[in-house]
């Protein structure tokens, strides 16, 4: 490892990686170069792309403010000190890119490789490392779990990034933040062997369309079965329970908890949570000690009876596709593993 980490001595690095978990053991490395986290939960909330990157990070962290994932002030913070670190980066020897299989990361890479493609944007070395499994470690869910010696391993084995990788990387970030999702349900049937992971996470975002026959997404369905067969479970027994249910989880739990909230305080909602609504905050840890349970409503979609947007509607992005109203212009069928257009009413 002595060779490689002299040759990067007195360069100008930087090392791109995906929260703040994996920064600290990056950070016990000694690597040179400087760390910038990538704190982003694009998989949830709007994703209006204009091309701009400060409106994208304005209307996130209006979005994301509004959903109980921190304060206004200290999201655009992070979010506009990212982006104009990310704007220096052509000035950078090498960027590294440290990234894992899972949707979270996956969109994260492509927003990242939409932006290096553009040859003005390109550092003078643009290298990737994005891994699912280690073989030291039988469970692997993180980079986080790596230890210093692993990391440094990885950092030696990293690849430069290809024109294929660039070049699918735009254009799936372009199918990701469009209005009509067709685009990207077309990289279902596409060779993306350059990014091994992202036919996954294609995959996985289409799952969290509303469902064709119960109006629940993937995430919904995992929390509402776990809470029907286990009435009572606590905020935090029931996110551990239904994210055992991903074959990559990528829920955080902050994140997740806007997925039940939202459940909750619909008109009709099909689960209670105790407790006041006040205190439905994520940042709260009394919110996490709250017991869940379904209502009538949420035992009949359970048995099939229902679909829970009957009496609610639907009022939620799948990255820049909008869904509203009883008439969803988009709804996924899990048996067919197909996304429908325009043929499903909730009314």
């Not at 980490?5 to 600290?24: P, R």
């Not at 935090?236 to 997925?259: C, I, K, N």
Request: charged share 25%.
């Amino acid at each position: 490892m002595g060779e490689e980490y002299l040759k990067s001595e007195g360069l100008v690095m930087l090392h791109i990686v995906n929260g703040d978990s994996f920064a600290n053991v990056l950070g016990e490395t000694g690597l040179p170069g400087e760390i910038l986290v990538y704190r982003e939960v694009l998989n949830i909330g709007p994703i209006q792309w204009t091309g701009s990157t400060y409106d994208l990070a304005m209307a996130r962290a209006t979005w994301m403010a509004r959903a109980g994932l921190g304060s206004y002030e200290n999201i655009k913070f992070d979010m506009l000190g990212f982006e104009a670190r990310l704007s220096e980066a052509a000035q950078d020897d090498e960027v590294i890119m440290w990234f894992e299989h899972d949707l979270y990361d996956q969109l994260m890479l492509i927003r990242l490789l939409h932006f290096f493609s553009s040859p003005e944007n390109r550092p003078g070395k643009l290298s990737l490392i994005c891994i699912g499994h280690h073989p030291d470690i039988s469970n692997f869910r993180g980079l986080g779990q790596l230890n210093k010696e692993q990391t440094l391993d990885l950092y030696e084995e990293r690849d430069p990034v290809t024109d294929d990788q660039l070049d699918l990387g735009r254009r799936a970030w372009e199918a990701f933040t469009n209005p009509d999702p067709s685009d990207w349900v077309k990289l279902m049937n596409e060779d993306t062997h350059c990014l091994p992971y992202l036919d996954e996470a294609v995959l996985r975002h289409l799952q969290e369309f509303p469902g064709i026959e119960d109006g629940l997404s993937m995430s919904q369905r995992f929390l509402m079965e776990e809470v029907g067969e286990h009435p009572g479970l606590t905020v935090h027994e029931l996110f551990m329970r239904s994210s055992s249910r991903e074959r990559y989880v990528f829920w955080g739990d902050t994140a997740w908890a806007t997925v039940l909230i939202d459940l909750a305080r619909l008109p009709h909602p099909p689960l209670t949570i105790s407790g006041p609504e006040s205190q439905w905050r994520p940042n709260d840890p009394e919110f996490w000690k709250m017991r869940v349970d379904l209502t009538n409503l949420g035992r009949d979609i359970l048995k099939g009876e229902y679909g829970v947007h009957r009496l609610n509607g639907v009022d939620t992005w799948r990255g820049g596709v909008y869904l509203a109203g009883y008439k969803i212009s988009w709804a996924w069928d899990e048996v067919n593993q197909q996304l429908v257009s325009g043929t499903t009413s909730y009314e």
